[in-house]
């Protein structure tokens, strides 16, 4: 069973920058495509960013392009999402999430295999 634990939420005002962590365990990552998704207060979860196996290949929500990014350390079997520049409508619960499925840039929920259990974001204004 593939576990991920989400590191490294907060609060902070727009402007600032966080770095999340995802450190995973039981699984052998690099046969995973990972993906960061959130979940605004009162919406559905949404897509972030997701990352190939290897990280050769990275995709983004037109929403986060040029201020987020997603990376992999397969060394030590943790993602991370760089996020700059927030914004008060970035404030979210934010989810590892891991897909037995080969990249195909954007993935959707229902493709996921493994979540975290959310790490929270809140951007004050």
């Known amino acids: 069973q593939v576990q991920l634990v989400e590191s490294g939420g907060g609060l902070v005002q727009a402007g600032d920058s966080l770095r999340l962590s995802c450190a995973t365990s039981g699984g052998t990552f690099i046969n995973y495509t990972m993906a960061w998704f959130r979940q605004p207060p009162g919406r559905e979860r949404e897509f972030v960013a997701s990352?190939?196996?290897?990280?050769?290949?990275?995709y983004y929500a037109d929403s986060v392009k040029g201020q987020f990014t997603i990376s992999r350390e397969d060394a030590e079997n943790t993602i991370y999402l760089q996020m700059n520049s927030l914004k008060p409508e970035d404030t979210a619960a934010y989810y590892c999430?891991?897909?037995?499925?080969?990249?195909?840039?954007?993935?959707?929920?229902?493709?996921?295999?493994?979540w975290g259990q959310g790490t929270p974001v809140i951007v004050s204004s």
């Open positions: 990352i190939s196996r290897g990280g050769g290949a990275t």
């Open positions: 999430a891991a897909s037995a499925r080969r990249f195909d840039g954007y993935l959707s929920p229902i493709r996921v295999d493994y």
